[in-house]
């Protein structure tokens, strides 16, 4: 699995480049759990959830929630903020593979090209048979990544992320080699660089993992391999009804998969 262990043990800096604003995400997923079922959302997991953006909003409004990371710096950071937030959530430092909650949930949700560290069929089919494991029945599973015009097996394309906070500027540059995929494995390695500038001083931090480009119709297929799912449907953004087409209004490539009873 990709790891990108300089980049995501320093969960603070982390957060200074991809804090945003979550709350149209976190609306279209009650929305689509309630016009599957009927009823109110009650119970969430974020999978790769890093600083607990979404886990924390949705407990925020009463949701019963875990937060799921490879990295203990991440859920120890996460715990923290969820702490200032007075808010209660179950933080799991585990592989997004085999795990298993104490009881299944409602919805769980892996955003922000999180899947592409699962690099062979195998890890991308146990990891749906897990999640389904891990659902009520008739419970969804939202997963979002990159726009295909976007980032494709003709080209990675650039991307910055970047913030500042108390004085601490934080920029990360992803791709920085120009990554090619490998025609075969559809897997690239790619190299990031993030810059830390803080109390005056300049400090980068380089590194480097594998990631696997998913197309559209590979995720399909391989949901089906793996059982329990039905699709509902692949969405452009965060805005209902918006299905994923080529036109500018859909920015983002967004599966929704509901559990079979």
Same mark, same amino acid.
């Given at each position: 699995? !990709? ?7 320093? $969960?603070?800096?982390?957060? *200074? $480049?991809?804090? &945003?604003? *979550?709350?149209?995400?976190?609306? #279209?997923?009650?929305?689509?759990? &309630? ?9 969430? %997991? ?10 924390? !909003? ?21 715990? /923290? ?12 430092? !585990? ?12 919805? *769980? ?8 560290? %699962? ?8 990891? #749906? ?19 295909? &015009? /976007?980032?494709?097996?003709? =080209? ?31 897997? $690239? ?16 931090? @380089? /590194?480097?993992?594998?990631? @696997? ?13 793996? =059982?329990?799912?039905?699709? *509902?449907?692949?969405? =452009?953004?965060?805005?209902? =009804?918006? @299905?994923? /087409?080529?036109?500018?209004?859909? @920015?983002?490539?967004? #599966? ?6």
């Amino acid at each position: 699995m !990709a790891e990108f262990n300089e980049v995501y043990a320093r $969960a603070g800096y982390y957060d *200074i $480049a991809f804090n &945003r604003d *979550i709350s149209r995400e976190v609306e #279209f997923v009650f929305g689509e759990y &309630r016009r599957l079922n009927g009823r109110a959302l009650g119970s969430l %997991l974020e999978i790769a959830c890093g600083p607990g953006y979404h886990a924390r !909003a949705f407990a925020k409004q009463g949701v019963e929630t875990f937060g799921l990371d490879l990295r203990p710096e991440m859920i120890e950071f996460a715990r /923290d903020k969820a702490k200032l937030d007075k808010v209660d959530i179950h933080w799991i430092a !585990a592989d997004m593979r085999g795990f298993s909650l104490p009881h299944p949930v409602d919805a *769980i949700i892996t955003m922000y090209d999180s899947l592409d560290c %699962l690099a062979e069929n195998d890890d991308i089919v146990d990891h #749906f048979r897990t999640v389904a494991k891990n659902l009520t029945p008739g419970g969804i599973y939202l997963f979002e990544l990159t726009h295909p &015009r /976007d980032c494709s097996m003709h =080209g990675y394309g650039n991307h910055v992320y970047a913030g500042r906070q108390n004085g601490t500027e934080v920029e990360i540059k992803w791709a920085v080699n120009n990554p090619k995929h490998d025609a075969f494995t559809q897997v $690239a390695e790619v190299e990031t660089v993030m810059r830390v500038v803080e109390n005056g001083e300049e400090t980068l931090y @380089r /590194d480097k993992a594998r990631e @696997r480009y998913l197309s559209p119709q590979e995720l399909v297929a391989l949901t089906k391999l793996a =059982g329990g799912f039905r699709l *509902i449907d692949c969405y =452009g953004d965060f805005i209902p =009804g918006l @299905r994923m /087409d080529n036109s500018p209004a859909s @920015r983002r490539m967004i #599966f929704v998969l509901q559990k079979q009873s």
